[in-house]
């Protein structure tokens, strides 16, 4: 597999889109896992936004605890954080990129962004690393 390529099962990418969909008026978030060391993501984890902001995200503290425990138990792996943005596009915001650099200061997580400005939500990924941003390609494997 590229390892420049983050590659999601069809149930995960429709579960962020749905997830972005249902947390208007306000940014959803979640984590999303896979099997291994790879980019390949087949659990979404659907978690509340404790900001209940249009402009800002921010993880609830006892959900996250909650979901690492759960992808520890299963020997899984976290592959990043996904949110969403109400009415601008699907890259990184100034707060977004602040918060990577405190969230994961490694840059070893990917970061999704699913874009609700337009009818058709867009989904982007990036990995953020001492503030450059740099677009991780994504494919939905249908299979």
Known sequence: MNDDLLV???DAHQSMIAHALAGLP???CGLFAGPGDGLMVDQFFAMTNAAASREI???DGNEMLEVEA???ADQRTLVGVMHSHTHTTAYPS???VADAGRFDPF????FIIVSLKHPDPSLRAYRILDGTITEVP???DQG
């Open 70 to 72: 759960q992808v520890d």
């Open 138 to 140: 994504v494919a939905v």
């Open 94 to 96: 100034p707060t977004d």
């Open 8 to 10: 999601l099962t069809a």
């Open 57 to 59: 995200y921010v993880l």
């Open 26 to 28: 306000h940014e959803a």
């Open 107 to 110: 840059g070893a997580w990917i």
